[in-house]
């Protein structure tokens, strides 16, 4: 199981940076938030829209370290990544984000709930 959970946090972090927003909207719970390093809880279908749009714009993500820790309903991803993005038109720049990813198996497929970023 473990190797599952990694493979998924990795995942997440491939096709975001590959702007491939169908295979990213697939991991991602109907009802998933992602809540960014400034506090802003993103709905999904916004932020799959502006990954589309270019709003938001992911170049690559080089893993850090991931752990894991189970909770009461599912897993708990915790991973560090130096990201390179470009959001609402900010210059292109490596942050290093701590991404905690919330997830559950829902129908057999393991499905992120919500993402809270920061950086470290």
Known sequence: MDEELRKLY??????MAADDTVRLGKLLAPDFTLTHMTGYVQPKVEWLQEL???????YSSVEDQ?????????????????????????????WPLNTDL??????GQWQIMSAVVTTY
């Open 66 to 94: 991931i752990s894991l820790r189970e909770t009461s309903h599912g897993w708990h991803i915790i991973g560090q990544s130096r990201v390179v993005a470009s959001i609402h038109g900010s210059a292109k720049t490596e």
């Open 10 to 15: 990795r995942d997440y972090n491939t096709v």
């Open 102 to 107: 919330y997830v559950q198996r829902i129908n």
């Open 52 to 58: 589309q749009q270019g709003t938001m714009h992911y």
